[in-house]
C-alpha cells in the first residue's frame, strides 16, 4: 500500500516526536506491593483501590476495625485523617489521593513521612460526583510536632 506523500510526511513527523512526548510515571508500578487498609463497611475504598491498580499499582487490600490504630501507629494527625490508609514504598498514604499525586511521591521520594488527602471529597478517586474543588493534599511531616505542608493541588 502507498501512502500519499502528506500522510507518509505527517507519519514520519509523528513517529520522530514520540520518543519526547511526556510519558506517565511509572514509580507506582515499581513500588512494590501496597497495602491498603480500610473498614470492613466501606465500599469507596474499593474503588479507590481499583483506581490505583488501573494506574499500575499492585495493592492488596485488609479489611481490619483496628484502623484508628493504624492511622495512630503510622503518625496520621486526626485533621488529617481519611476513610482508608495504604502503606507503600515506605510512606503511609492517606485517603483518596489521585494516583498521579502518588506516583510523583514515589518518584521524588522526599523525607516525609507521606501524604494526605483529608476526609472524602466529592469526586476524588473511589468516591461518587463531581469534582467541585481543588484537591489539597498535605505532606505528613517526619517530625510528628511539625506542622503538615501542602504536598500538592491537584
Do not use: W
Not at 95 to 102: D, E, N, Q, S
Not at 116 to 133: A, D, I, V, Y
Amino acid at each position: 500500500m502507498r501512502l500519499p506523500r502528506r500522510s507518509a510526511a505527517a507519519l514520519l513527523a509523528a513517529a520522530a516526536v514520540a520518543p519526547l512526548a511526556p510519558s506517565r510515571p511509572r514509580a507506582a508500578a515499581d513500588a512494590g506491593e501496597a497495602v491498603l487498609y480500610k473498614s470492613p463497611q466501606c465500599g469507596c475504598c474499593d474503588g479507590h483501590a481499583d483506581h490505583l491498580r488501573r494506574n499500575g499499582l499492585r495493592i492488596r487490600v485488609v479489611e481490619t476495625h483496628d484502623l484508628p490504630l493504624i492511622k495512630q501507629r503510622h503518625g496520621v494527625p486526626e485533621a488529617l485523617e481519611g476513610c482508608h490508609t495504604t502503606l507503600v514504598g515506605g510512606y503511609v498514604v492517606e485517603g483518596h489521593v489521585p494516583a498521579g499525586v502518588l506516583d510523583r511521591l514515589l518518584a521524588e521520594r522526599p523525607a516525609i513521612r507521606g501524604i494526605s488527602l483529608p476526609g472524602m471529597p466529592t469526586g476524588s478517586p473511589g468516591m461518587g460526583g463531581r469534582k467541585t474543588e481543588p484537591f489539597v493534599v498535605y505532606a505528613l511531616p517526619l517530625d510528628p510536632a511539625a506542622e503538615p505542608a501542602v504536598y500538592a493541588v491537584e
